[in-house]
Nanobody, 127 residues
Framework: QVQLVESGGGLVQAGGSLRLSCAAS????????MGWFRQAPGKEREFVAA????????YLTNSAKGRFTISRDFAKNTVYLQMNSLKFEDTGVYYC????????????????????WGQGTQVTVSP
């Protein structure tokens, strides 16, 4: 099991930027995919982006492509989500999650496929 702590959320105007951080601890991340999900009020949690820790391959939803970037820092054991050109519809609680899957390079996007979750960080984009 890996422990995840998110930070970096806040209130920003549309068009602005935020960088979310997810600090991981507890075990090596070499066999993990690290993902970001978000949940808007009254809606289900949805996948945003993920990165394979070892290989560095990434996957982002169409709504995130061109605006968001996911990256990781080996020294800090931290995953980042840089969000630019934020829109009102990006508002929600953003969760970091970890999918333990050795010997796989496939990035999964379902909530049920991720084992460990952080507590979430609120992102509010004003129109």
């Amino acid at each position: 099991q890996v422990q995840l702590v998110e930070s970096g959320g806040g209130l920003v105007q549309a068009g602005g930027s935020l960088r979310l951080s997810c600090a991981a601890s507890g075990r090596s991340l070499s066999s993990y995919t690290m993902g970001w999900f978000r949940q808007a009020p009254g809606k289900e949690r949805e996948f945003v982006a993920a990165i394979r820790w070892s290989g560095g391959n990434t996957y982002l939803t169409n709504s995130a492509k061109g605006r968001f970037t996911i990256s990781r820092d080996f020294a800090k054991n931290t995953v980042y989500l840089q969000m630019n050109s934020l829109k009102f519809e990006d508002t929600g609680v953003y969760y970091c999650a970890a999918d333990f899957r050795p010997l796989s390079t496939v990035i999964r996007t379902l909530v049920s496929e991720y084992n460990d979750w952080g507590q979430g960080t609120q992102v509010t984009v004003s129109p």
